[in-house]
């Protein structure tokens, strides 16, 4: 499969000025608690460089604890999205639960922490390509999220927090929208209360297994939070008439995290393509899909402190 793979550096004191094609190492987009975080961006074959396009930000996962854009899984499906003609910017972000052994009402409050410091690299990442949207020619107004598992968190709580207007959402102008959210297996993060939506937020596209042990398909009072999976935003999406398709996937877990990734690229791209061509504006889709074929692992029996606290 033939692909070109861009990196693109930038530093405080300058920007890129025209793109590279061809393979590059890796280059850093921001620094953030000494931690250099680093983007690559995957081109089409048949990209056109006279022409705007749209592009997706990737988002990686494992649990905030692990995991890297440069996974094999996550380069493929880099490659394979930008095969179908978009864009991809895979990018770092900060690890924040990486070593941390908190129990009790201490794990609610580092799990707040490290989804705050991956959206503020997101935004980051956004404000990025904003700013090169003209030298990379990409469409600053069809900038897309998507995520898996903790990534998928990252980006669902990234657009929640910007319809929102909250502080951590100042640094990106102040028109600015994402033009869709992709989630294999997310949720956002609240300090009580529920999901509720000031602004319309990006029409989304949810992937989840509704017997995911690892990051609840519904929802779980965390201490002083409450986590608030795909079933139950979908009924703030349906109330509020906001834009948005599920696959609900029976009798499978946590496994819909990169699935998706694997067998359900043409609905991804079709739902990119509705975004990107403004087609995605009142549509309501939901899907119920037992597919037997799919691969199976035993999540379910991995206790939540072996993925998010590192504990044997």
Known sequence: MRFK???????????????????????VFAHRDMTKLSMDIYFPDN???NEKSACVIF????????????????VTFCQEMSDSGYVVAAIDYRLGMKGLKYEGSKTGEALNRAIAMAVEDIYDATIFLIKDAYNLKIDKDKIL??????????????????????ESSMVLPDEFRYDGVISFAGGIL??????????YPAAT?????????IICYKHKHLF??????????????????????IFRFQDIGHEISYLP????????CQFAKLCSNDMFVEMESDMIIKDENLSNFDYIKMPLSKIFLNKD
């Open 261 to 268: 990734m694997i067998y359900y690229k043409k609905e991804i």
């Open 59 to 74: 988002v990686f996962g494992d649990g905030f604890s692990q995991g890297s854009r440069l996974d094999e899984r996550n």
């Open 224 to 245: 002083n939070y409450d986590f608030y999976g795909s079933d139950e935003l979908v009924k703030e999406f349906k109330h509020s008439k906001y834009p948005y398709s």
């Open 190 to 199: 609240i300090h009580k209360g529920k999901p509720e939506y000031q602004r």
């Open 145 to 166: 999220l998507c995520g898996s598992g903790a990534g998928a968190i990252a980006v669902l709580q990234a657009d929640y927090e910007l319809a929102n207007q909250m």
């Open 47 to 49: 990209y056109n460089y």
């Open 5 to 27: 793979y861009l990196s693109v550096l930038i530093l405080t004191f300058c920007s890129c000025n025209s793109v590279i094609v061809g393979q590059s190492s890796n280059y």
């Open 205 to 213: 596209l949810f992937f989840h297994g509704e017997e995911d042990r």
